[in-house]
């Protein structure tokens, strides 16, 4: 006779199985049934994250509040996730990366399946980690707790064999770009060697020196060396600034008394117009703010938080405003050293007779403001500016209206959110608000407009989409 135990065991027999069945599987058993699609088929959010952390951690490590050095970093790190899947939308974008650099790149295997989204996710966490070897603790967990947290979102959907090839193809390109940037001997491992103690200015009564309060060494001297993504030589090239005299009746002299009018201005209402586009626009002191180049990236970070473009048109916007940082950056300092124009300041000091005059850049709190490290023409924020602004217009179009609130709630300086009816009116604002901060003539605003404009200008024709 069978016993009571024998019998219940028998009748639960059946529930216990189906419990096993469908509560546990090893993850490489998992029922999943995945949908593969192509990366314009996809949602932006991870190029979207990457490069929302990338405005943090630029903001942290030392060396990369500097916009060249930012500029460049962040057009190869979005370059690495353009090409991490471009893989999978050969039918309709090409291999920048092959086209115009002649990269030899990785093939993927048609019989496989890959999910795009771990692939983009591992090439980003590749590249910020080499890129930032000397970002603070902090931050080095952030770029962990960012690449678990999107993996956490996405590994459930694939089966373990292609979470694993998809890892490692991520990995793969991001070495590949990785190591291409290091080919680039003046822009490599910059944020090491940002002053240049050795650097000598060429003396002259209009010509840069180390200015105060701080007479720093000049930073980046040797940047025009470095290589561009998408200018030609011409690209960028411009012309004179305005013949250097000490005359009052000279434009020399009104441009640098408009500076200095506009500044005392500024600093006398802090309620001014004028005063709340100098601060807001500023994006110079250390940690305080992203920098300059990063300014572009945020502002796309906007557009596309509240666009719906796909995960192929974000880093295609993404890897394009990035290039024309990295151009940018190039132009305007390879002509800085050419010219080596003095700074407003000591214009200001020497020859309008106003010994100690100070810029309302940056305060320390104790009466010290600032004037950028290196020579002033053209203006490196004027650049960058117009060469995202002709980047995104030929994204966008002409008359895009947006509201920039990238310092919106901040309250160490006036950082309200501003409207415009479109990017051009955005950089033209950007290169005028450093006559009011008091660190440019307007002269540095106009050859900057043009440069920025050049430079965008060409990275915009470049054939991503076939």
């Known amino acids: 006779m069978m016993s009571n135990y024998l019998k219940n065991f028998l009748k639960l027999f059946p529930?216990?199985?189906?419990?096993?069945?469908?509560?546990?599987?090893?993850?490489?058993?998992?029922?999943?049934?995945?949908?593969?699609?192509?990366?314009?088929?996809?949602?932006?959010?991870?190029?979207?994250?990457?490069?929302?952390?990338?405005?943090?951690?630029?903001?942290?490590?030392?060396?990369?509040?500097?916009?060249?050095?930012?500029?460049?970093?962040?057009?190869?790190?979005?370059?690495?996730?353009?090409?991490?899947?471009?893989?999978?939308?050969?039918?309709?974008?090409?291999?920048?990366?092959?086209?115009?650099?002649?990269?030899?790149?990785?093939k993927i295997n048609s019989n496989d399946n890959y999910a795009w989204t771990i692939i983009m996710n591992n090439a980003f966490k590749y590249k910020f980690k080499n890129f930032f070897p000397d970002a603070p603790s902090s931050q080095q967990l952030d770029i962990e707790r960012t690449f678990n947290s999107l993996m956490d979102k996405y590994e459930q959907d694939f089966d373990a064999a292609t979470i694993e090839r998809s890892l490692a193809l991520g990995r793969e390109v991001a070495e590949i770009i990785y190591t291409w940037s290091r080919t680039d001997k003046p822009g490599d491992a910059a944020y090491n060697k940002v002053k240049d103690p050795s650097y000598v200015p060429p003396v002259g009564e209009d010509k840069w020196q180390p200015t105060s309060p701080d007479?720093?060494?000049?930073?980046?001297?040797?940047?025009?060396?470095?290589?561009?993504?998408?200018?030609?030589e011409s690209d960028l090239s411009i012309y004179p600034p305005v013949p250097f005299s000490t005359d009052p009746n000279s434009e020399f002299y009104k441009q640098a008394k408009e500076c200095r009018d506009l500044c005392e201005a500024a600093r006398n209402n802090n309620e001014s117009e004028d005063f709340w586009i100098a601060q807001f626009w500023s994006d110079d002191c250390p940690t305080l703010t992203f920098s300059p180049a990063g300014r572009w990236l945020a502002i796309a970070n906007e557009i596309l938080t509240a666009e719906n473009f796909n995960l192929a048109e974000s880093q295609v916007m993404f890897t394009k405003v990035a290039m024309s940082q990295c151009d940018a950056g190039i132009g305007a300092w390879k002509n800085k050293y050419i010219y080596n124009l003095l700074r407003p300041v000591d214009y200001i000091s020497?020859?309008?007779?106003?010994?100690?005059?100070?810029?309302?850049?940056?305060?320390?709190?104790?009466?010290?403001?600032?004037?950028?490290?290196?020579?002033?023409?053209?203006?490196?924020?004027?650049?960058?500016?117009?060469?995202?602004?002709?980047?995104?217009?030929?994204?966008?179009?002409?008359?895009?209206?947006?509201?920039?609130?990238?310092?919106?709630?901040?309250?160490?300086?006036?950082?309200?959110?501003?409207?415009?009816?479109?990017?051009?009116?955005?950089?033209?604002?950007?290169?005028?608000?450093?006559l009011p901060l008091g660190v440019h003539y307007r002269m540095d605003a106009i050859a900057a407009l043009d440069l920025g404009t050049k430079i965008g200008t060409r990275v915009a024709q470049m054939q991503f989409k076939k």
């Open 350 to 434: 020497k020859y309008m007779n106003e010994p100690g005059w100070k810029t309302i850049m940056c305060p320390d709190g104790t009466g010290n403001f600032f004037t950028p490290p290196f020579p002033t023409y053209p203006s490196g924020h004027g650049t960058f500016a117009s060469s995202a602004a002709v980047v995104l217009s030929s994204i966008l179009g002409n008359n895009y209206q947006l509201t920039d609130k990238c310092h919106e709630g901040r309250t160490e300086f006036k950082g309200t959110p501003r409207t415009f009816q479109s990017f051009t009116q955005m950089a033209e604002e950007n290169a005028y608000s450093r």
């Open 215 to 232: 007479y720093q060494a000049a930073v980046l001297s040797y940047w025009g060396d470095v290589r561009p993504f998408a200018a030609s």
């Open 15 to 106: 529930i216990l199985i189906f419990t096993l069945l469908f509560t546990y599987c090893r993850p490489d058993d998992k029922p999943v049934t995945p949908v593969y699609k192509k990366p314009y088929e996809l949602s932006n959010e991870v190029a979207l994250e990457w490069n929302k952390f990338y405005l943090s951690i630029e903001r942290f490590t030392p060396g990369y509040n500097n916009p060249c050095i930012s500029g460049r970093t962040m057009a190869y790190v979005n370059l690495g996730a353009y090409e991490s899947i471009v893989l999978g939308m050969s039918d309709k974008y090409n291999s920048i990366a092959t086209i115009n650099y002649g990269l030899s790149m990785p």
